[in-house]
């Protein structure tokens, strides 16, 4: 688990055992842990999927008044050409961007949750 999910970060034991805890169940007919997840959300990125194409229609689609991306900057899904066309199309998006991270944050370390509730509490105050 430590290495398919090694993208997060340099996530404590503590943290590593949470994750455990919420991403794997036990498969008692194997008599083994597997990884607890809908299939479908995965199905996208297998082959062809895994070559480049446009999600320009899909972030196109968010209406929110106020966006805010957090990405890691060790990112191999979204490129920084990625995010610069995307600030491009909408000047008001908010970046911010976490060294030593992959794909997608882990949401679990005080940097990351202090900047979503800054955020949050920056626009939405009540």
Not at 5 to 32: I, Q, Y
Not at 46 to 69: F, G, M, N, Y
Request: hydrophobic share 40%.
């Amino acid at each position: 688990m430590r290495q398919i999910f090694k993208p997060f970060g340099n996530l404590t034991d503590e943290m590593w055992a949470s994750m455990a805890r919420s991403s794997l169940k036990l498969d008692a007919a194997r008599g083994k842990y597997i990884f607890d997840y809908d299939p479908k959300l995965v199905s996208g990125l297998t082959p062809p999927a895994q070559t480049d194409q446009s999600l320009e229609p899909l972030w196109k689609a968010v209406k929110s008044e106020h966006v805010l991306l957090l990405r890691g900057k060790e990112s191999d899904i979204l490129p920084v050409r990625g995010v610069d066309l995307m600030k491009q199309s909408r000047p008001d998006l908010e970046v911010v961007e976490f060294e030593n991270v992959g794909h997608a944050p882990c949401l679990m370390f005080e940097d990351q949750l202090t900047t979503i509730l800054d955020w949050m509490n920056k626009h939405y105050p009540n």
